[in-house]
């Protein structure tokens, strides 16, 4: 079975303008959440998705958003770059048929701004 | 609230010693699940073991072991005979049941470096 997959893998920006990536969770999956991961604020959880509604979200400002489709692929997107939205955006994903859930995750997309 | 605390920030060893990696947890919620996943240098991070509130057996997995115990909110892992493959981020991270059950709570993580 093929794992969660996201592209790109490395993406640069510059400042000012938007980006998009995606996520294929693994087949059969129905959920999927968003993480950013930098070093200074270490792992943090960006929304969840499930049957194309948003059903969770963190603390992040309305330039992240984000959508799932009817087949769970998901994609984030993020407007009006700043600098410090450079990090490696994990993208996860899991059954959702439970309370006993386990995430798995893709590789990530490392997004530079510039 | 929710929190996961990973005090050691980086731990440093010779191969085939073992080693524990600590982490506390706050919730106060009286059914959670607690997560430990392992991130290799290429970034992905690899799930390792779920364990739910209700479940304080120690677990046992080849030479990685787990202890869990509720009278002091920790989930520690310990690594017995490290290699030097072993060498990642671990992350310790919990999370709440409900509607909360998709959104995971993170440690800072604890850098393991195992030397040759």
């Known amino acids: 079975k093929a794992g969660v997959t996201q592209t790109p893998r490395y993406l640069i920006k510059t400042r000012g303008q938007q980006v998009t990536l995606s996520c294929s969770p693994i087949?059969?999956?129905?959920?999927v959440s968003w993480y950013q991961q930098t070093p200074g604020q270490g792992l943090q959880f960006l929304f969840e998705?499930?049957?194309?509604?948003?059903?969770n979200k963190g603390n992040f400002p309305g330039r992240f958003s984000g959508r799932q489709f009817s087949n769970s692929r998901s994609e984030m997107n993020v407007s009006t770059l700043e600098l410090g939205d450079s990090a490696l955006y994990l993208c996860?994903?899991?059954?959702?048929?439970?309370?006993?859930?386990?995430?798995?995750f893709g590789p990530g997309t490392r997004l530079l701004v510039l | 609230a929710q929190k996961v605390t990973q005090a050691q920030t980086e731990i440093s060893v010779v191969e085939k010693e073992d080693v524990t990696l600590d982490c506390v947890y706050e919730t106060r919620d009286t059914t959670y699940y607690l997560f430990w996943y392992k991130q290799p240098p290429s970034g992905e991070l690899v799930f390792l073991i779920r364990r739910n509130s209700f479940d304080e057996q120690n677990e046992i997995s080849g030479r990685y072991s787990w202890n869990f115990q509720k009278s002091t909110s920790s989930f520690n892992f310990t690594i017995t005979a490290s290699q030097v493959v072993d060498s990642a981020v671990y992350f310790c991270?919990?999370?709440?049941?409900?509607?909360?059950?998709?959104?995971?709570?993170w440690g800072a993580g604890t850098k393991l470096i195992i030397k040759p």
């Open positions: 998705y499930f049957s194309e509604t948003q059903r």
């Open positions: 087949s059969g999956h129905r959920s």
């Open positions: 991270a919990l999370s709440e049941a409900g509607d909360s059950n998709y959104q995971l709570i």
């Open positions: 996860a994903s899991s059954l959702a048929l439970g309370e006993e859930e386990t995430q798995y």
